[in-house]
C-alpha cells in the first residue's frame, strides 16, 4: 500500500515569498490533516477535510495561510507571503472515516530566512 | 483547547535500561491516548494506542492509563539505541472529530 506523499520535500523562501505543499493521502483515505511542526516541538493541527469540505480551520493563518482539497483526494497547502515564523515542517496526515489511526507522510521542511 | 502535558522534556537511558514517560491531558472528554515515535529526520510512527484503564503491552513497549486522572505512561524496557527518537503524546475526543492533539514530545537518548 503507498503511504502518504508530500512535495516538494524542502522549501526555503525569503520572507515575503509565497509556497504551496502538496499532499496525496492514502487511497481510499477520506479524512485529510495539515499539521505545523516547529523544531523540536511535537505537530499542531492546521486544518482537516473530510473529503472536500473543511471540518476545522481554526488554527489556521487565514490572512496568510490557506488550504483547498478539491476533488476529495490531493490537498494543497498555501503560504501567500512567509514569515521566518513559519520555519517548520509542514506534515500531511490521512485516515479513515475520521478515525485517529492517522499515517503521516514525509512531510516538507520550510526554511524562511 | 485541549492541552497535552509531556514530561520530562528529555530522557537519557543506558542501553538496556527502562524508559519511563508521562503525559496528561486538560481535557476531561478525552476518549483515547495515542502514543508516536519520530525518529530524526522522520515523520511520526504510530506506537500504540489505549483508551481503557489498565495497562497495554505490546513487545518492549508498556501503556499505562489512569482515565481518573487523565494520565498516560509509556514504558520502554531493554531500550536500543534505535529506540533514540522523539516520542509525542496525542489524545482524541470523540465529540471533536477524533482530531489529535499532540504534546510537545519527549526525546529518549539511548546510550550504548
Known sequence: EAGVTQSP????????????FWCDPISGHDTLYWYQQPRDQGPQLLVYFR??????????????FSAVRPKGTNST???QSAKQGDT???LCASSFGGRSDYTFGSGTRLLVI | QQKVQQSPESLIVPEGGMASLNCTSSDRNVDYFWWYRQ????????????????E???GRFTVHLNKASLHTSLHIRDSQPSDSALYLCAASTNSAGNKLTFGIGTRVLVRP
Do not use: C, W
Open chain 1, 9 to 20: 520535500r524542502y522549501a526555503v523562501l525569503q520572507e515575503g515569498q509565497a509556497v504551496s
Open chain 1, 51 to 64: 473529503d472536500e469540505a473543511v471540518i476545522d480551520n481554526s488554527q489556521l493563518p487565514s490572512d496568510r
Open chain 1, 77 to 79: 497547502l498555501k503560504i
Open chain 1, 88 to 90: 517548520a515542517t509542514y
Open chain 2, 39 to 54: 525518529h530524526s529526520g522522520k515523520s511520526p510512527k504510530m506506537l500504540m494506542s489505549i483508551f481503557s484503564n489498565g
Open chain 2, 56 to 58: 497495554k503491552e505490546e
